[in-house]
Structure formats: C-alpha cells, structure tokens
C-alpha cells in the first residue's frame, strides 16, 4: 500500500473565473461575491485540478467552508454535469432541501430544474437537473433502478463522517462501481479531520484539505452536573442575552418536542422582560418543520435584536447558520439503538460524544471569537464522553438493507466491503425477520414477495402489510395505514390546555375497540370524507399539516403498488382482511416482542448456506438456534 498523499492547498489570489453575470439579476450578483469570501473559493482550481488526476478524493473541511453548497457548483462550472449529473448526498432531509434552495438561489435558476433534491416521498428534480441533492438513502434506491449509477458523473457522498447507516452501504457500493465506471469521479467530504479512514478505505485515496478559519471559543462548564438540562438551557439563554454582547444563539436539543417546549417557554418568559431588553427572536430547525418555516433561520438578524437558533443536531455539522455568537450545548442527543437480541429499536436520548461536543463548540467561533456553554461539568466531558459516536451500522436493525442489497443482487453480504461491519447478531436477526416476513426463502434468496417488498422506501415490516394486501383485496386501506404510520407520531394534536376535548376527539376514532392501526385509518377515511377539510381538522384535533402529508405519501404508495402490479382494492366492510394484512406484516416481529412462541426458527442448513464462511453445520445445534462465535469482526462473520 502507497501511503496515502496529503494535497494542502495553497492559496492564490486573482479570482480568474469570472462568471458571466445577469446584470440585472442584483441578488445573484451579491450571492456570486458571497461566494467568493467562502474559505473553499482559494482552493477551487487546485480542487478542480485533483478530481481531474484522481479518481477518488477524500475532502475533509471546517464545517461552514463551503463544500456542499460550492463543490457541486464548481463541477458543473468545469463541465462535469455535461457528461452527468453530479449527485451529492446528505443525511438529513432538511440539509438536503436547503443547500438545494440555496444552490438554486446562488445559480439563479428555479429550484427543481438544473438544481434539484431528492428525499423520501418527495421528488423535487426534473429532466433538467444536473446538480441533485439527496438523502444517502435516496442514492442508496436509485442503484434499484440504475446499479452502475449511469446518469451520474460524479457522486459526492457528503457529510461522511455522520457514518448514517445508508452512508455506510453507500461506501461499499460506490467503491464497487468505480472499479468499472473509471470515468465516475468519487468525493468523500468530512467535516473532522478524521479523514485517514476514508483514505485507507477507498485505497489510499488522497486527502484534500480545506483550512477553514476558525476563531477561538471559550468554553464554560457547570460547575455541578444539571438535573433538568431543559430548564438550564432556557436559564443560560435568558442569561446570555441579558448580559452578553450582541451575537445570536444557537441551542442543541434533541428532537421537536424539547424544541416546542423551549420555544414557548422561552417566548413566555421574555414577555415580561420590559422594552429596555432587546428583543429575541426564537428560530426553531427540525426535520418535520415546514419548508417555509426552514427558511427562517437563515434571515440576517434585525438590527438591536438577538435572534436563538433551537435546533436538533442538524446545526452540527450539517447546517451553518451565519452570526451564531453563543452556543449552548446540554450535552444530548438522540440515537436509534437497537437490541439484537430483542430485534427491536428504539430512539434513545444519549450523551454526545466528544468529537460532538467540540463540533457544537465550534458553531460559535466562524465570524469571530465565541463561547460555548456547556451544561454539564468538565468532569463529564473528560471521563463520561465517549470520543466518537458509534457508527450507526453498529446500532440498527439492518432489515432494511439486507433487503436492499438481496435486492441489487448482492448475496453474500458476509464478504461484503463494510467499512466497519455490523455485528453479526444484528446481520442474522435481519435475515431472521426478512425469512419470517417471507421475503427471503429458505437458502436466504429473496422470493417475489421480498422483491416487491424492495420495491417500497418503508420499514419491511410495512412493505409486506402492503404486500399482504393484495390477498385481502384491502390494497386501498393498507396504504392509508402504511402513510398514516409513515407520517410519525404527529397526526394528533394535543394541547396542553384541552387535554381532555383532544383524548374525547381521539377515542371516536376507536369506536368498536379498534386498535390504532384501525383508528388511523378511520382518522384518514374520515377526513377524506370531508373533502380533505381543514376545519374537519381543526374540529377533530388532527393536525393538518400531518394529514396533507401522509396524503402526499399515499399517492406515492399508490404508485408504487402500480408497479408491483398489485390492484388498488377496497374492503373496508371487512375489518378482519384489514387486519390479517397488517398481521402478516408483524410476523417479523411477533416472535420476539409478544409472542415468543411463534419464533420461526433458523433452519440449521439456512445458516450454513447463507453464511457458508461462518457457520459450519456443527456450530449449529439439533434445536435449530445458533451459536454466535466468539470473535467479532469481519474474517469471523
Ligand atoms: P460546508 O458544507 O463546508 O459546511 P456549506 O456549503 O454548507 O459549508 O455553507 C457555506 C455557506 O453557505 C455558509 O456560510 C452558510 O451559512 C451558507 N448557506 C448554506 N445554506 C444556506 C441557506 N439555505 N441559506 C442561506 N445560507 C446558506
Ligand atoms: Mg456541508
């Protein structure tokens, strides 16, 4: 192995590349200057010149350097999206659609046409579209449709070092295709300097490094570790803008309900403030917040007001937000964890890792010195943080990609090029769950069931409801089902001054002791029954926004069945064929939560041929469980 290079870029000073500019377009013409004080524009060349020579590249720079607003830009300006698309994905949904808002922005072009995105239910790129962003896992389905990637000049797989379980697989895949697409360019970017990984992954690829400024931040501990971190937030909030210099906020927290909580709290308390206060303006940022709502958090500050981002961790890295000052940092965020053993998962709220925690820090020192406080003590920082976050692989249930990978026609998912592979209990309690839901035989195969399962960006466990469906003749209901689940927990409203009036609205949707499966469907067909009615909502205490979207994705789950070939059929008379579909989708999980009983065994000669490098027939005992070996990592799985 040739050790891998380091390419330090050096800095030049004449801007050569002067785009031809709209005169008229003002905005544009200040988004072009802007773009050129971005730390990344000194590199741009050198840049250009390295994609040129190399076929991969690991970028590592300062979050807020540019790279995922610019790189794209820059490949299309030298010509690539003429062979092309360039795709670029992100983690998160909101990152996805907002750098896209902004690129558009920037190239002056209508978001949707020569600058697009992509995410779970929702296609916002068309025939023209050459720079697309995307979630990973919406890259991760178009190797469904397109396995080598054809469309696509360059792929840049963003925000590396999230370590998303779809980033992961998409490590693998990509590294495969480029052996025989020489002419497909890979970009690897990583906001920690953690980059040497990457490198020795795709064989020693180099590592071009961006220098990012970075001012000095002050870090401040607590002295005593917080009992309610909800409640020092807000305190160090108040606190800060009472008695700090001008400089906005930015406020770490770990999912919409804590963001609400804060918000109100927060506008509660500077009410009484008085006028000799300035005013603070509160932004939350989370996945589910409207898109025009998005938007707000990127607004310049008034003058003399203080403005306080409330975000999740979508502001660590993923998201700059321009003139955060301060941060405030409790110190958690939520993980999905998963049980291998119990097969289920859960979203856990955990302490952050360091890295994490110096990422946060860092927010507040892009424009000028800043300071962190941290609401917890420096003892916790020392000896309770773990270094880095465990990669997501390592912590899910890996259902849903094993059914993917069966699907693009990858078997032998023991050999396959994980970066850091996942357990291998967690790799046998997938293909027990997927054998259970019968989307894979008994030799491991993915059966007609498993490929039209494959077919549906959902939980498998809902894919096969919507499978199971089309013997029920319930097709019609199933959807609506599987979109209500699919919009989340946020269907109904419950505020905290008319608890009751809310549970009362609830409980008719239960008539009949329904269970909630039922009762969503009933909120759905109700609603649909009133012309999709806002008031009917409003009435009902269901939340409008909620139910426009699992509209949204229902029609998209109609289309899908269309493909799979399977009628849309209504049975609503028949309660019973409803929920014998929805059962054959909890045979994957049944066994191991409330009917143990049920378990479907391994069959012993299954395992041997599925993992023929892991399992010889004497690991496997007469009772047809298995023994798990003892050394981990990749020669033993
Ligand atoms: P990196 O990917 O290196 O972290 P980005 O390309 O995301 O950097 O950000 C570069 C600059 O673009 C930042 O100053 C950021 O504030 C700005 N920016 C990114 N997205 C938006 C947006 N939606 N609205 C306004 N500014 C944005
Ligand atoms: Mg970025």
């Not at 269309?562 to 609503?572: D, G, P, Q, Y």
Request: hydrophobic fraction near 35%; glycine fraction near 6%.
């Amino acid at each position: 192995f040739v050790k891998s290079s380091v390419i330090e870029g050096t800095q030049h000073e004449e801007d050569s590349d002067q785009e031809d500019i709209d005169e008229k377009d003002m905005l544009k013409r200040e988004l072009q200057d802007e773009r050129k004080t971005l730390p990344i524009y000194k590199f741009r060349d050198e840049l250009l010149k390295a994609v040129e020579e190399y076929q991969v590249i690991v970028i590592v720079g300062e979050t807020g350097s540019g790279k995922t607003t610019q790189i794209p830009q820059y490949l299309h300006e030298a010509g690539y999206t003429a062979k092309g698309k360039v795709a670029c994905t992100q983690p998160r949904r909101v990152a996805a659609m907002s750098v896209a808002a902004r690129v558009s922005q920037e190239m002056g072009v209508k978001l949707g046409h020569e600058v697009g995105y992509s995410i779970r239910f929702e296609d916002c790129t068309s025939e023209k579209t050459l720079i697309k962003y995307m979630t990973d896992g919406m890259l991760l389905r178009e190797f469904l449709g397109e396995p080598d990637l054809a469309s696509y000049s360059v792929v840049m797989v963003d925000e590396a070092h999230e370590r998303t379980l779809s980033t992961d697989i998409l490590f693998g895949l990509v590294k495969d295709i480029s052996r025989f697409r020489p002419d497909l360019k890979l970009l690897i970017s990583s906001a920690t300097l953690d980059a040497e990984k990457f490198s020795d992954y795709f064989d020693s690829a180099p590592i071009f490094k961006i220098p990012g400024r970075r001012y000095p931040v002050e870090v401040h501990y607590t002295k005593a570790p917080e009992a309610d971190y909800i409640d020092a937030a807000i305190v160090t909030v108040l606190q800060i803008h009472v008695t700090q210099p001008p400089g906005d906020i930015l406020v770490f927290l770990t999912g919409q309900e804590e963001i609400e909580t804060i918000d109100e709290i927060l506008k509660h308390r500077t009410r009484g403030l008085g006028t000799k206060i300035a005013e603070l303006l509160i932004c939350p940022i989370y996945a589910n917040l409207p898109t025009e709502l998005q938007a707000k958090i990127f607004e310049p500050t008034p003058e003399g007001a203080r403005k306080v981002v409330l975000a999740t961790n979508i502001a660590e890295t993923s998201l700059t937000i321009d003139g955060i000052k301060y941060v405030v940092d409790p110190g958690f965020c939520k993980i999905k964890s998963y049980n291998p053993r119990t097969g289920m998962e859960s979203l856990l709220i955990n302490p952050i890792s360091k890295a994490s925690a110096n990422q946060r820090a860092g927010r507040s020192g892009r424009t000028g010195p800043g300071k962190c406080f941290r609401l917890y003590t420096s003892y916790n920082y020392m000896h309770d943080l773990e270094d880095n976050t465990v990669p997501e692989i390592q912590r899910t249930n890996l259902a849903n990609v094993v059914l993917t990978l069966k699907s693009l026609g990858i078997h032998d998912l023991v050999n396959f090029d994980f970066m850091d592979p996942p357990p291998s209990e967690a790799l046998l309690k997938a293909l027990e769950q997927l054998f259970a839901l019968s989307a894979l035989n008994s030799r491991g195969e993915l059966t007609k069931t498993g490929r039209r399962m494959a077919e549906f960006p959902l939980d498998p466990m809902l894919s096969k409801m919507i499978v199971a469906s089309e013997k029920y003749k319930c097709s019609d209901e199933v959807i609506s089902i599987a979109s209500m689940l699919s919009v989340g927990n946020s269907i109904f409203y419950r505020p905290k001054d008319k608890q009751v009036h809310a549970d009362n609205a609830r409980l008719n949707f239960h008539t009949g002791n329904v269970g909630d499966h039922i009762a969503l469907l009933n909120v759905y067909n109700s609603w649909k029954e009133t012309d999709y009615s806002t008031q009917w909502c409003y009435e009902n205490y269901i939340q409008v926004r909620s139910m426009k979207r699992a509209r949204d994705i229902r029609d998209q789950l109609e289309g899908l069945l269309e493909r799979v070939e399977i009628e849309i059929s209504s049975n609503a008379s028949d309660l019973d064929a409803i929920k014998k579909a929805i059962t054959s989708g909890k045979n994957g999980s049944y066994r191991t939560v409330k009917n143990p009983q049920t378990v479907t065994e391994l069959k012993p000669d299954w395992l041997v041929e599925i993992a023929p490098h892991y399992y010889q027939l004497k690991d496997v005992d007469d009772t047809g469980t298995k023994k798990l070996p003892k050394g981990q990592g990749r020669a033993a799985l």
